[in-house]
């Protein structure tokens, strides 16, 4: 707890001392997310995945011509679905967390790139802490869903994020498409063994 802090606080006065002297943009975003549980550090396990939508601000804090700090406000659901079969009927279970994620992402690009033609490629990559709104697990049987409310929930989660994207201008508006994958790196409680969040998320964003 005392690491995060100091990271989210050092973070927090990086981005103070930014904006003084940077032009600020701001943006929304907007798409689809993939996400399961798996062990922690097991990036090959993709199992028992869930999908779900996404959606945030964000705010583009140029440093120099090649590098910028992007803080954002997203809203992201993490799951995990497991099947099990009773009484020769299939029931599925699908564990979620709805979360408010905020990353603090630092990112490079091709300055001479945007400069000659206004699209670029860039890269992203940079921690997150994110909390929860609510814990439900949906129970499904025949085709039949039931949402169960969990109750309150203490699984806040921090991790890493890391993507590529691409900008265009498009109707005079610069479009942002993003590839990203979190990898969480706190235990999620109310599960069998030592679970993680992994999410896959495909976005759309505009700048303002």
């Known amino acids: 707890m005392k ?10 006065i990086m981005l103070i001392s930014t904006s003084a002297f940077a032009q600020i943009n701001f943006g929304l975003r907007n798409g689809i997310a993939a996400t399961t549980f798996s062990d922690k550090g097991n990036l090959a396990n993709n199992n028992s995945v869930t999908f779900s939508y996404t959606a945030g601000a964000f705010a583009s804090i140029p440093v120099i011509k090649s590098f910028e700090i992007r803080p954002e406000l997203n809203y992201v659901r993490k799951g995990r679905s497991n099947e099990t079969s009773e009484l020769n009927t299939s029931v599925e279970t699908d564990f979620m967390l709805h979360y408010l994620q905020v990353p603090v992402l630092f990112q490079y690009r091709d300055a001479q790139m945007l400069n000659k033609s206004g699209s670029v490629f860039y890269f992203n990559a940079g921690p997150y802490a994110a909390f929860p709104l609510n814990t439900q697990t949906r129970v499904s049987d025949n085709n039949e869903g039931t949402l169960v409310p969990v109750g309150d929930s203490k699984n806040s989660d921090w991790g890493a994020t890391m993507g590529i994207g691409f900008q265009t201008p498009i109707f005079k508006k610069d479009i942002c498409f993003d590839l990203r994958y979190d990898m969480g790196l706190s235990e999620i409680e109310q599960q069998p063994t030592d679970y993680r969040t992994k999410s896959l998320s495909l976005t759309v964003g505009i700048v303002f």
């Open 3 to 12: 690491t995060k802090n100091s990271i989210m606080l050092a973070l927090a």
